[in-house]
């Protein structure tokens, strides 16, 4: 057995998603277990680089990691010799770092939105295909074991032809001006740096959705900015630009025929219910409700026969009659195993699907949504050609 490293020059590893999921839950993690095992029975272990602005910073989390190299200037550390460049800063700065990392033929992975625009990610892949590397996109809902276990009981059948899905997203984020600080970048709330829920969720909603049930032909949203304005990172007050929640509906084309889909998206929002995303699916013989871990289901056999009735107290409890799905060892760390699988397609050439042209998919999908909310419309949704 043979260990290989492979360097990976990672941008935007301070902030949440970066340094959380990605660094530590992920490449870290891929270290400590010796790297990711190949077909021919070598290891493969990554070796990153640490790049962004505070330099202090950069290395307090690479000691905390055991990681010797960092670096606060991208041109050079692209000048190196590692394998792949991996982004997740915020997402109006992603095509310009991309193109940067292809034009030094690096294989590149990144999170998502991969760009602001469909036609810049589209442009982005084509570049990516032209310069002969690797690409791909976060798509980490699809590896939840939640997710996985519905897509399980769409495969064997379960639901009979799918009716609908419903998708209901999203908790209380802090305005900051009282109580506890807010959960959020502030970004995340200017349109202008590359902000809003529709642009954040609806990448996310299409792969799901595309993957689990059917293409996503149609879309129709509205949105809204509820809360106008928060406090930022200084304590400073500033003015909300974007959309703080949205409410989509989509048409799927399913196996059996059209399925309605619904999903609610906000971050103004407080929880009654298991887990912040939960998913309830509705079919002629069954329905399923997942959440990120678990999944429920009631088949045709076990569905109570409610009757409307305001004036008797309800005589049903509706939770009962519903089955946990079983674990089938499907607790790893759902952007790990994205990691694990797109290291693979770099060094042995695996097979990989979640490449530039699906993360330009989601980026469409999120375009529609806000076309559709300014022009108050059904907007189908045109399918991307790789080219
Ligand atoms: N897959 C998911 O579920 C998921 C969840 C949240 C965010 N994201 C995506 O991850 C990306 C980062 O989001 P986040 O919530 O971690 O944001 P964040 O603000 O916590 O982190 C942003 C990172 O970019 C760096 N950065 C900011 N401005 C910069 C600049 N001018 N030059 C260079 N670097 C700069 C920051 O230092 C930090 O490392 C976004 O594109 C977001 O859409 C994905």
Redesign the pocket.
């Known amino acids: 057995m043979t260990i290989r490293p492979i360097g990976i020059v990672m941008?935007?590893?301070?902030?949440?998603?970066?340094?959380n999921?990605h660094l530590i839950r992920s490449i870290a993690a891929i270290r400590q277990q010796g790297g990711v095992p190949l077909s021919n029975g070598d290891r493969l272990l990554p070796d990153p680089i640490l790049v962004?602005?505070?330099e202090a910073r950069l290395r307090s989390l690479a000691e905390a990691h055991g990681i010797s190299r960092v670096s606060t200037d991208?041109e050079r550390a692209l000048a190196g010799d590692d394998a792949i460049y991996f982004d997740?800063?915020?997402?109006n700065?992603?095509a310009a770092n991309v193109r940067q990392a292809i034009a030094r033929g690096k294989h590149v992975y990144?999170?998502?939105?991969l760009a602001m625009t469909t036609e810049e990610s589209l442009e982005l892949a084509r570049r990516a295909e032209l310069a002969g590397v690797k690409h791909g996109v976060?798509?980490?809902?699809l590896f939840l074991p939640g997710i996985i276990k519905l897509k399980r009981l769409v495969d064997a059948g379960f639901f009979g032809r799918i009716l609908s899905v419903r998708g209901e997203f999203g908790y209380w984020v802090f305005e900051g001006d009282w109580g506890p600080p807010p959960q959020?970048?502030s970004?995340?709330y200017r349109k202008e740096d590359?902000g809003g829920i529709i642009?954040?969720m609806f990448?996310?909603w299409r792969y799901v959705l595309d993957h689990t049930f059917g293409p996503v032909t149609a879309v129709q949203c509205v949105a809204a900015t509820h809360i106008p304005s928060r406090i930022d990172e200084h304590g400073n007050r500033y003015d909300v630009t974007a959309d703080d929640a949205a409410y989509g509906t989509f048409r799927l084309g399913g196996r059996d025929g059209d399925i309605i889909a619904q999903f609610n998206s906000s971050w103004t929002v407080r929880v009654y219910r298991d887990e912040l995303l939960q998913i309830q699916v509705d079919g002629t013989l069954g329905s399923a409700v997942a959440g990120l871990r678990g999944c429920r289901t009631q088949d045709r056999a076990s569905t109570p026969r409610p009757v409307w009735n305001p004036d008797v107290p309800n005589p049903i409890d509706f939770y009962e009659n519903w089955r946990e799905v079983p674990d089938s060892g499907e607790f790893e760390n759902a952007?790990k195993v994205q990691w694990e699988m797109f290291l693979r397609h770099v060094a042995e050439d695996a097979p990989y699907s979640h490449d530039f042209y699906e993360g330009a998919k989601g980026v469409q999908l999120a375009e529609l949504g806000l076309e559709s909310w300014t022009r108050r419309c059904w907007l189908d949704v045109p399918t991307i050609a790789r080219s």
């Open positions: 941008n935007g590893v301070t902030g949440r998603m970066g340094m999921q962004g602005r505070d991208l997740a800063t915020l997402t700065l992603r990144c999170e998502k939105p976060v798509q980490d809902k959020r970048p970004w995340n590359g642009s954040d990448c996310h952007f």
